[in-house]
């Protein structure tokens, strides 16, 4: 039984250390909360409507993941057009 209790204090030990990478290296700023909090109210949410609370942040901040994923993509233009000489 010792043993047993020994084996999960030493995975304790070494998992600790571990969990703490997973933090950000930088608090969130009050400013980047600011941003957020505007970037969400224009994709809808409303912070005075808590009766639809879930669902209309969780609305929100997928359209805002939709709207950064677009804006993050790579590769070339697609909607450009050339036109050769006459």
């Known amino acids: ?8 204090a030493i995975a304790a030990l070494i998992a600790a250390p571990l969990a703490s990478f997973a933090q950000s290296s930088q608090p969130v700023t009050r400013a980047q909360v ?6 969400l109210e224009k994709a809808g949410y409303n912070p005075n409507d808590w009766l639809n ?3 209309n942040i969780q609305r929100a901040e997928a359209i805002v993941a939709q709207q950064n994923s677009n ?3 790579y590769g070339a233009d697609t909607s450009s057009t050339a036109q ?3």
């Open 84 to 86: 050769s000489g006459k």
């Open 71 to 73: 804006n993050t993509a």
């Open 53 to 55: 609370y879930p669902a």
């Open 34 to 39: 600011r941003e957020e909090l505007a970037q």
């Open 1 to 8: 039984m010792k043993s047993i209790i020994k084996a999960f």
